[in-house]
């Protein structure tokens, strides 16, 4: 089956789809999914869209998936006509493509909307089947198929000033900080972006800061299980590490309780996690993904969105940022390391700190 646009009111219509734009208006969308398509979703405005919010995974514990649900239900809650389906995949990465062909097979959704970097490749496979579906991908960058449209954060960038703290605090004679210069990285699972931009990127910013400062990198193998994520802590730790970061989604709990028990700092990517730690973790960055998916599902109701192409947003364009306004940054950081952080995020943010992005 095909997927279906809703018909928007400008159109040539007979009774029946006037009755279908009538109870949209109505706010009965349910309805409008029998209607005739009216035109592509680039070409002019809209008045309903129905949504699939594809989570390639769980949404707790993971910033990026929790982020998008509640940017599209809150831009849904605010637009008539705009209808909403969460749908969690799981995390049987070999079940995805299947899954998502099934849930687009019903016609139901105008657009499906995912986050994750591995997601493009499964959606051009599933669009050959679907050849009107389109997908609206964050954290991700697939270039040249019209079904398709990637927004990339510039990971590298919140890597970069991320690592820069890091070793400004490994560096530092806080009290958990050792003279080893040795931070670690705890990854759920290897994948490009992680490779060529997070890791790459942290490494280069805390060696701005000390040249010597080297890193321990090590993968759990799956997003969930904080139990092998606080192993491989405990072990990071005796060999010198007193700085971590972690991209692991809900994993990550194993790594926040292993360095409060022994002693040892996190920074951590792309929401505030301080609450969960305070003292231990002390700085995080933000995503600014609902930002980011409510303007995107604006675009669309504006038949704004330029598929077939991938647009990269970073700290400069406001859509990557760090949270200082906290008491885990502001009360526990140091006032000197606090100074030389600050004037470094504001290099970033006005793109005067060089570097070179590199290719994914
Ligand atoms: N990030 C999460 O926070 N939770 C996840 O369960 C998760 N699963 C992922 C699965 C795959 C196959 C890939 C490539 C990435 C995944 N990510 C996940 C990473 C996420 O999309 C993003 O790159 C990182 O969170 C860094 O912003």
């Known amino acids: 089956m095909k997927s279906k646009t809703k018909p928007v009111l400008n159109v040539k219509a007979g009774p029946a789809v006037l009755l279908a734009a009538a109870l949209v208006l109505l706010g009965m969308p349910a309805f409008a999914r029998g209607a005739p398509q009216s035109g592509s979703p680039q070409s002019g405005g809209r008045n309903s869209l129905s949504v699939l919010v594809y989570i390639t995974g769980m949404l707790a514990g993971s910033p990026p998936y929790e982020l998008m649900a509640a940017g599209a239900e809150s831009f849904a809650a605010a637009h008539e006509g705009v209808t909403v389906k969460v749908y969690e995949a799981g995390f049987n990465q070999a079940e995805w493509e299947e899954q998502l062909s099934s849930l687009v097979a019903s016609g139901e959704y105008d657009i499906v909307l995912g986050s994750n970097p591995s997601l493009p490749e499964i959606c051009a496979n599933v669009g050959k089947k679907f050849p009107r579906q389109k997908f609206i991908i964050t954290d991700a960058r697939y270039e040249g198929n019209p079904q ?61 800061v000390d040249p010597e400062v080297s890193l321990d990198f090590r ?129 970033i943010k006005a793109g005067q700190v060089n570097y070179t992005l590199p290719p994914l």
């Open 219 to 347: 993968v759990i193998g799956n997003w969930y299980d904080a139990n092998k994520a606080a192993e491989l802590a405990g072990s990071m730790i005796d060999a010198g590490t007193d700085v971590f970061a972690v991209i692991a989604g809900g994993a990550a709990q194993g790594l926040i309780k292993a360095a409060g028990e022994r002693g040892a700092y996190i920074v951590y990517h792309n929401t505030n996690e301080y609450g969960a730690a305070p003292g231990v973790i002390l700085g995080c960055g933000q995503m600014e993904q609902k930002k980011l998916v409510e303007e995107i599902l604006s675009d669309v109701l504006a038949g704004k969105i330029q598929y077939g192409a991938s647009r990269t947003v970073g700290a400069a364009e406001g859509y990557l940022d760090f949270i200082a306004d906290d008491p885990g940054y502001a009360e526990y950081v140091p006032r000197e390391i606090q100074e030389k952080f600050n004037t470094f995020l504001a290099g």
């Open 148 to 208: 398709i449209s990637t927004y990339l954060y510039n990971q590298y960038e919140q890597s970069l000033y991320l690592g820069y703290l890091a070793g400004l605090i490994t560096l530092s004679g806080m009290p958990h900080a050792n003279p080893a210069k040795r931070l670690g990285f705890i990854a759920a699972q290897e994948y490009p972006l992680l490779n060529n931009h997070i890791v790459p990127g942290f490494l280069a910013g805390a060696k701005l």
